[in-house]
């Protein structure tokens, strides 16, 4: 039977993962402290939570979502990494993990689906969301620029060929 702060905890579990775009597992055996301060830090500049569950409430948590599949990630000490925007803390924990060999994403959750350390570092190389924005946008303004610019084109061709008429009429009259 479990008592009333384990249920807590699992519940916490649970929400914290239907409530995040994205939950990666990582392994964080032999980092100092100095390290773990230093990538909480990292992280919460990107709004990412990460926090340390007991691998038997994760264990649970993730059986009771559906999600049984994803306890392979979890071996050893395992911190998560919750966050709403699904680029950011793959990037960062990419990037910490070139420094400090210790932390290593394992796998993760990305909208209720179970994702492979390898999609996670395709994940991290991807451009932040802006950026990805930016690129759609510009995409899709593109056409709209050409077209304007042949509408465009339409008129000062008509005046350059009127202006050309006008020049051979003058040059016609004085000569």
Do not use: C
């Amino acid at each position: 039977m479990l008592r009333p702060e384990k249920i807590d905890v699992v519940a916490e579990i649970k929400d914290r993962i239907a409530h995040h775009e994205i939950s990666i597992l990582a392994r964080y055996i032999g980092i100092t402290v100095e390290q773990v301060t230093l990538l909480r830090k990292k992280l919460r500049e990107q709004g990412i939570v990460l926090k340390v569950y007991k691998n038997t409430l994760a264990k649970r948590a993730l059986d009771e979502l559906g999600l049984s599949e994803a306890v392979r990630f979890i071996e050893g000490p395992t911190a998560w990494a919750f966050s709403k925007d699904p680029v950011a803390p793959a990037k960062v924990l990419k990037d910490f993990a070139k420094d400090v060999e210790a932390v290593g994403m394992s796998g993760g959750i990305l909208s209720g689906r179970i994702v492979t350390k390898e999609q996670l570092h395709a994940l991290a190389g991807l451009p932040p969301r802006e950026v990805l924005l930016a690129q759609v946008a510009g995409t899709i303004a593109a056409p709209l620029r050409n077209l304007l610019g042949a509408l465009n084109a339409v008129p000062r061709n008509l005046v350059n060929v009127l202006d050309q008429i006008r020049k051979q009429k003058e040059e016609q009259q004085a000569a």
